[in-house]
Every structure is written in C-alpha cells, then in structure tokens.
C-alpha cells in the first residue's frame, strides 16, 4: 500500500486523537489527502477546484497552534471539502454552471468561517450539478461526477462531489447541503453516512453567494461521512444561532458527542417501505426491510405504518415551490444567460416562470397538510424508517423510467426524480433525516435506510444510526477504484 493510503479510511474522530498527541501532523495528513485527490479525481470528477498550496499552509498552521499548546477546534487540522455553490473568499465558486465559471467572492460564508474556526483545512471545492437542481453531478463545466463503487454510474447529487470524496477516501468528511435529498442520495449510492439537519440547525448567509432559492425553503447544511460520530463532530462544531441568518434556530444544539452510544432501548420506530404510493426495486426493498427489523435487536420497537399519501401529488406541490422560488431568486440570470444552462435547468425555470398565484398557494397549503401529517406519525412514535432511495446507483445519463417493471409518473420522469420519493418529504417538513448504508445490491453497489426524526432531535437520529454501525460496521467496505490505486 502507498504511504499516503495508510490513514485514508480512518475516521475523523480517530484522525483528531492523532493530531491531537502528536502522533500525525497536520501537514502529513493533508499532504496524503491531496495525493489521493491527485490520483482519484481524473476519474471521480468529484472536485472543480482544489486549493493545495492554502492546505498546506493552513496545515503548518495548524501544526503551530498544537505545538504552541493552544486551544483546539473539534476539527483541528482535518481534511474537509467544501461543496461549490458556497462562497468562499478568493477562491472559485461556480455552483455547477458556466455563467459563474469565472466568480470569485470576497467573503466566506457562514458555514466556512465556522468550519474554519474549528480548524478544519479545505482541500478545495467539490463538484455539484448546476445550481444544485438535479439528483445527478452533471453540468458543462466538466465531466459527470462517478460513483467510486462504479465508475459508469451516478454519485447522485447534488452533493455528489462531496459523497464521492468520502467514499473514495479522500476526505473523511465533507460539507454539504441537501435541498431535496441533496445529501442522503449520494450518501445512499456511495455507501456514507449523511444527515440533513433540523431546517435552520446550521445558519448560513447571503452575502456574496450565489443563491438560487431563498433560505427560508427548504436547504439544510449537511455532512456526509463514513462514520455516526464524524458527522457529529461536523454539527456540533457548525450548529447554533447566527442574527447573519433570521431563519435559523435560535436555540443552541444539543451536545451530541456525549450521547451518541446512550441507546434507543424502549423507542417506538415506525417503518414504511413505500411512504404509500412510491415504487421501490426490489433488492432495496429486501435490504431496507431486515435493516429496519433489525432496530428491534436495539431494545426499540419496530411497527409497519401505512402511509396512505399520493407520492406524485407531493412531489407536484415540492416543485412548484422549489421551482417558483428558484425563478424568483434567478429568473433574470435565466433570461438573460439560458442558453449556457443544462436544457433540464432551462426547463426549471421554465415551470417556475408559469406558477400562477392560485397555484403557489395550493401548493404552500398542501405543504402543511404534510407538516401535519408528519407530525401526527412523531405523537406515537421517536423515529420513522423508510428506503432512503428507491434504487441503487444507474448508469450516467440513464435515468430510471420503470422500477420493477412499473413505469413511474410521467411528471417525475420528465424531472429525473422518480428514484427519489422518499428524500424531498422531509425537506418540506424539515425533520432531520439520515441515509445510513444498509447493504448492498447483487451488482456490488450501496443501498441506503433513511432514519427520520422530530423536528429538532438530530441527537435520536444519530443514536439510532450509531447503533446500527456498531453492529453493521460499514466503514470497513472500501470501493474497487479505492483499492486498485492504493495497491498500484
């Protein structure tokens, strides 16, 4: 094995403890970790810009600060990336798209000043579809991002680049954000662990950002790691009020790292395989099923819930908010610089230009009636389970039309989302929800369960997910372009 993949799947909890005792410098690690990007994203694709010579001078910084004896952030000299539609100062920010191909900021965003004042070191910024707006990493700026299970297929999006990183061994961890499943997809397809926080958990901030919807919808900052614990380091680091973000919650978080392993003995689990109407492959059927069963063997209880909602209707009444608040926030960007967007982006904003009032309004009531129901479901029980996705990873470009044999709803074919109904709900409600791996299909690629929680208990959804990791170690699972270029 080269020297630079000797720490490369070791979670960021156990990378910290190293640096901290001065058994690993900052620099070596960061040196290492920019190898592995050198070797893997020709292939992967998952970065459009990479930043070495700031990584290794924050990383001799950060070295300074442990030898001085100074106080230490939770993510002290550890790798992250940062996803590309978030401003960072001085250094490229696209958001996917060719019209900001050349934009540079001059102010971090909230999520970056906080992740930097915990120390931790980008290595540069991870590939996303354009402006975020599909569940696969593609636009003009470049080639698609791939799957590190399968180099043919999708890494999901839209933080594609971010997931496929992790999986790759590149980073440990990776800023997100999720939108509409933005963060769980690509957990799901490349084998993570990724969490969309409580709505507004995580400030962040406008100015000098390119924002395609306003905050108050429905984005949440998310990690996506290998282990539980590392994405709880990432929230308890980043977490907590902002007046730089009015939508944020203005309470402070829970700490989370010393209640990881406290159990979820005597926890009522509610468990669909379908949310109701949505179809579901078969092998992700079968994993889903015996991975929420499993929640029994936890000391928690485990009911099958019969949802009885209209996936299609939902998914109307999610893109004609999404979309009417995207051509708000850019439809001049659109009019005047179309032509350089991916045709399924024109289309977007197309549908949002055409949402009449009476029609927004429907919508935004048909939302609460889903808030609604989803908070009855949390009146009898802690925690709901669902697939996080309907299918594993495709081929690039080869979007599903039929699961099973069944052909999916002409609506959500026409958008590329009918593998994803289990995702953009909890958008809409703003409950924390994470994509846990839970197995694999019988090609070899990762499928994914999704824990939901109460609005504002992220601290349930990681116990959960830590008990099942620590009887289903999925870390130990390292993907076939990770192995064959750390042998060569």
Known sequence: MK??????????????????????????????????????????????????EIAIEEARKAEKAIMSKQNLGLLHGLPIAIKDHISTAGIRTTSGSLIFKNNIPNKDDLIVQRLKSAGSISLGKTNLPEF??????????????VNPWDITRISGGSSGGAAASVAAGITPFSQG?????????????????????????????????????????????????????????????????????????????????????????????????????????????????????????????????PFSINNESLFRCFSTIMYTMMYQGMGNTWEKHGAKMKPWLQTRFEYGSN???????????????????????????????????????????????????????????????????????FNMSGNPAASIPCGFSSEGLPIGLQIIGKRGDELSVLKAS?????????????????IKTMAK
């Not at 975020?132 to 700026?141: D, P, Q, S, V």
């Not at 929420?292 to 209880?301: D, I, L, P, W, Y």
């Not at 889903?370 to 996080?388: A, G, M, Q, R």
């Not at 026409?414 to 109904?421: E, K, L, R």
């Open 3 to 52: 020297p630079h993949w000797e720490l490369a799947f070791k979670p960021a909890s156990q990378l910290r403890e190293l640096i901290i005792n001065k058994q690993v410098s900052p620099v070596d690690i960061i040196k290492d970790s920019l190898k592995r990007l050198e070797e893997l994203n020709p292939t992967l694709n998952a970065f459009l810009t990479v930043t070495p």
């Open 132 to 145: 975020g707006m599909i569940a696969a990493t593609e636009n003009y700026l470049g080639n698609d991002c």
């Open 177 to 305: 954000s999720d939108g509409g499943g933005s963060i769980r997809i690509p957990a799901s397809l490349c084998g993570n662990f990724g969490i969309k926080p409580t709505t507004g958990r995580i400030p962040t901030t406008t100015k000098g950002v390119i924002r395609t919807l306003p905050q108050f919808t429905f984005s949440a900052i998310s990690p996506v790691s290998r282990t539980v614990k590392d994405s709880a380091l990432f929230l308890q680091s980043v977490s907590g009020p902002s007046l730089d973000d009015p939508n944020c919650i203005m309470t402070q978080p829970p700490n989370l790292l010393d209640h990881l392993e406290k159990g979820i003995h005597g926890y009522k689990i509610a468990w669909s395989p379908n949310l109701g109407s949505a179809l579901v492959d078969k092998e992700v059927a079968e994993s889903t099923e015996i991975a929420a069963k499993s929640f029994q063997s936890f000391g928690a209880n485990v009911d099958l819930f």
């Open 355 to 425: 949402v009449t009032g009476k029609d927004f309004v429907l919508a935004m009531e048909e939302m609460e009636k889903w808030k609604h129901t989803i908070d009855s479901v949390f009146e009898n029980y802690d925690l709901l389970l669902t697939p996080t996705i309907s299918v594993p990873a495709f081929q690039c470009g080869k979007w599903p039309t039929e699961i099973n044999s069944s052909k999916i709803d002409e609506f959500s074919v026409s958008q590329n989302a009918g593998f994803y109904h289990f995702a953009y709900p």
């Open 466 to 482: 830590t008990e099942y990791e620590k009887s289903h170690p999925w870390a130990k699972f390292i993907p076939p372009i990770s």
